[in-house]
């Protein structure tokens, strides 16, 4: 046996329990060939072998983002960010540099708006029409299931009143029956989005080359990519073929409740497809959207009275897709965030009989019935810790508002699924995120964001520890599609990376700025600090 990578010297953590703690390991064309003491790997180098001695590297398995939309971010990323801007003052400051960068006429587009910067007002477009400034502006929420436009953008779309789609999204309008600008859900948000320049195929792919370079830079080696079809599918292929794909993707491709027969087909077509690094049988779903909105599917209506529909107009439907994709062998996730879309989604698993292969997507008010069924049905929970960060503990937000307080305390339950015995999938949902795993350490062990004047925990659920944490990007993660990943053991692929600590035990004041050493992807090194 040889290698052409080894690492020697360091203290691994490897999710192996036959071997759980090493020092070493070698790499022979993407593929972990040993593991042992230095002595033992030094042993299998020669004349060919690369050889990086990491006395303080802390080698875990890479890193996998169990949620997220990495063509999604790659181009909306390009926008304005408005993380973190809590007032409409802040915005329309943010928007007025951005169009004197841009220049009048120019698309103004940009993401991650946060509702709480409305303060409880419904959106209008008069509200940011000034401060866009002479061109249209098409921005983003948080969560994307909701955009704005100003009435420069509505105008170019051709948008006049109010419009509905197959989908369940609409176009808003006021009492006068005129558009507000905001758009609601995918297909609203499209009618205007499809207006804007598209970039060429070369240029995005420069994005998304972009944006797994940033996620190399953290740790993150692989990710659950939850939208896209075959456009998404040719990008990896494309990526792949020039040896520029530094991610290993399981991609779900986008399934939609207006999709016809033929869309259909064509999907389940694709199961086989697949590349080095790459595999396309899997599904994403939704069957509900967001509390914030008021589109979550609860048991019980919401403050404002909303939550009593699903996103997929015909429940029944949504089973029989479920059943079919489950039955061609396909992997299925499905975006499920009120009560009653959850109890949906494992009913429908149920009726299938999950097998370990199904996931719900978010789960962000479960109660403890409901917690209890993962474990027992064989239903990954795909969480994203992180979110907590728009949550406040004094229930002023949004989310909670619109919930009610009595429903809080089943906020974002991570651990609580957890104790059930269930996999945990943990992730980030970038963009709507940062991707940052280490913010994700950070949430899941103290149930909030780090960047809050408040630092009491969000919600009842306990909070994860660090090794939880870790196991929730890696192992479990592997574990979904029962492949060999997660782990750094002989015959796992070769994705790990190095950290200047062990993020499973430092505290989480250190966890932030925790150094990310070397990262490396199917045996190649994706990432080397200087
Ligand atoms: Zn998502």
Not at 323 to 338: K, S, V
Not at 470 to 486: E, F, I, K, S
Request: proline share 5%; glycine share 10%.
């Amino acid at each position: 046996m040889s290698a052409d990578l080894a690492i020697v010297d360091a203290s691994l953590r490897t999710f192996d329990p036959a071997l759980p703690h090493a020092e070493a390991l070698a790499v022979e064309d993407g593929v972990i060939v040993a593991v042992g003491s230095t002595a033992e790997i030094r042993e299998l180098c020669d004349g060919r072998t690369e050889v990086l001695s990491g006395p303080g590297w802390h080698l875990t398995p890479g890193l996998v983002d169990g949620h997220q939309h990495l063509l999604m971010g790659a181009q909306i990323g390009r926008g304005v960010s408005f993380d973190r801007v809590h007032t409409l003052e802040r915005m329309r400051d943010l928007l007025r540099e951005e169009r004197r960068r841009i220049g009048p006429g120019a698309w103004l587009r940009g993401y991650a708006f946060e509702y709480a910067a409305l303060g409880g007002r419904d959106y209008h477009h008069s509200l940011l029409d000034e401060a866009a400034g002479p061109g249209p502006m098409l921005v983003f929420a948080l969560d994307l299931h909701t955009a704005y436009a100003n009435a420069e953008a509505l105008r170019l779309a051709g948008i006049t009143g109010r419009r509905e789609f197959a989908d369940g999204s609409f176009i808003v309008v006021n009492d006068e029956g005129r558009p507000t600008g905001e758009l609601r859900e995918m297909a609203a948000i499209a009618a205007v989005a499809d207006h804007q320049p598209t970039a060429s195929p070369e240029e995005q792919l420069g994005w998304v080359r972009e944006a797994m370079a940033g996620q190399n830079s953290v740790g993150i080696t692989g990710i659950h990519n939850m939208d896209g079809g075959r456009e998404t599918l040719e990008a990896l292929a494309a990526l792949e073929a020039a040896d520029q794909l530094n991610l290993r993707v399981r991609q779900h491709s986008w399934i939609d409740p207006s999709d016809d027969e033929d869309t259909l087909r064509d999907v389940l077509a694709r199961r086989d497809l697949r590349g080095r690094l790459w595999t396309a049988n899997s599904v994403k779903l939704m069957i509900d959207g967001v509390i914030d909105t008021g589109t979550a599917w609860l048991e019980e209506p919401d403050a404002h009275g909303d939550g009593g529909a699903p996103m997929w107009p015909d429940p029944t439907r949504y089973r029989e897709v479920v059943r079919r994709f489950h039955n061609a062998g396909f992997f299925i996730a499905t975006h499920a965030i009120g009560d009653r879309a959850v109890r949906e989604v494992l009913d429908a698993y149920a009726a299938v009989g999950s097998a370990g292969r199904h996931r719900i997507e978010h789960i962000e008010a479960a109660p403890p019935a409901l917690q209890s069924r993962f474990r027992a049905e064989a239903v990954s929970a795909s969480m994203q810790p992180v979110h907590l960060r728009w949550l406040n503990p004094d229930l002023s937000d949004p989310w909670s508002q619109r919930l009610g307080v009595h429903r809080c305390g089943h906020a974002m339950p991570s651990g609580d699924i957890w104790t059930t015995g269930a996999n945990v999938v943990l992730g980030s949902d970038w963009p709507v995120a940062p991707y940052d795993p280490r913010q994700g350490f950070f949430a899941a062990q103290e149930r909030r964001a780090h960047d809050v004047n408040d630092r009491r925990p969000i919600g009842a659920s306990r909070p994860l520890t660090g090794l939880e944490t870790l196991a929730g990007y890696t192992v479990n993660a592997a574990r979904v599609d029962g492949g060999p990943g997660g782990r750094l053991s002989v015959g796992a692929p070769a994705d790990f990376v190095a950290w200047g600590d062990d993020i499973a035990s430092v505290s989480t004041a250190d966890v932030l700025a925790l150094p990310v050493l070397l990262t490396v992807v199917d045996g190649r090194i994706a990432h080397r600090a200087e």
